[in-house]
């Protein structure tokens, strides 16, 4: 199995950055990650993509975060981060990773167990 950490989350004010990690337990040549996703989950409210990144670097965004939120990643460590600018009220939630890919041969994707983002206005 791969386990996807996440780090980052935190309570800041509105205006505010703050920047996400997610990193695949597994080495790039045992699990070859095609797309690694953020999604976020605010209370009473459906998880929702956030934004998204290809192996080859192609990336989309909600419409709500673009020009604040900008997704990168590092493929040799397995690992995506979530750089949050200009954080809104509207931007709180639980921010959740997922990594899909080829695992021992298999199309398979995970999930990290989410990191909590609060912004206060």
């Known amino acids: 199995q791969v386990q996807l950490v996440e780090s980052g989350g935190g309570l800041v004010q509105a205006g505010g950055s703050l920047r996400l990690s997610c990193a695949a337990s597994?080495?790039?040549?045992?699990?070859?990650?095609?797309?690694m996703t953020w999604y976020r989950q605010a209370p009473g409210k459906q998880r929702e993509l956030v934004a998204a990144?290809?192996?080859?670097?192609?990336?989309n965004y909600a419409d709500s975060v673009k020009g604040r939120f900008t997704i990168s990643k590092d493929n040799g460590k397995n690992t995506v981060y979530l750089q949050m600018n200009s954080l809104k009220p509207e931007d709180t939630g639980v921010y959740y990773c997922?990594?899909?890919?080829?695992?021992?041969?298999?199309?398979?994707?995970?999930w990290g167990q989410g990191t909590q983002v609060t912004v206060s206005s």
């Open positions: 990144i290809t192996r080859g670097g192609s990336t």
């Open positions: 997922n990594a899909a890919g080829q695992y021992l041969g298999d199309e398979r994707d995970f």
């Open positions: 597994r080495s790039s040549l045992i699990f070859i990650i095609s797309t």
